[in-house]
């Protein structure tokens, strides 16, 4: 079974930044719905942001103005861009994405049965 793969995780000070991206581990025709989501150890599982194929993305408040989503659909793959990182955005990242035509919101249900990834980790220090 195709999965998403994470890459672009690593530590950085308060105040910077990362880009992570994710592509898919073997040929799939195109994830038409793609996003974001993290845990921070004793934590429950926050959507992040995601986007579709109408290119509308959809932030949580908490990224808002800092972290930006983007779908390159030709090489099917996904990146984050975080800036402004801050000790709270420490967290494992994961990528998520199906084939639906549009995202569902970030808190429903729907986003457990995609394809997700193995996660890639952030940990930001201030």
């Known amino acids: 079974q195709v999965q998403p793969v994470e890459s672009g995780g690593g530590s950085v000070q308060a105040g910077g930044s990362l880009r992570l991206s994710c592509a898919a581990s073997?040929?799939?025709?195109?994830?038409?719905?793609m996003g974001w989501f993290r845990q921070a150890p004793g934590q429950e599982r926050e959507g992040v942001a995601s986007?579709?194929?109408?290119?509308?993305?959809s932030y949580a408040d908490s990224v808002k103005g800092r972290f930006t989503i983007s779908k390159d659909n030709d090489k099917n793959t996904l990146h984050l861009q975080m800036d402004s990182l801050d000790p709270e955005d420490t967290a494992m990242y994961y990528c998520?994405?199906?084939?639906?035509?549009?995202?569902?919101?970030?808190?429903?249900?729907?986003?457990?049965?995609?394809?997700w990834g193995q996660g890639t980790q952030v940990t930001v220090s201030s």
């Open positions: 073997g040929y799939t025709t195109r994830w038409n719905c």
């Open positions: 998520v994405a199906s084939h639906y035509s549009q995202c569902p919101p970030m808190a429903h249900r729907a986003w457990l049965s995609m394809d």
């Open positions: 986007i579709d194929t109408l290119r509308s993305p």
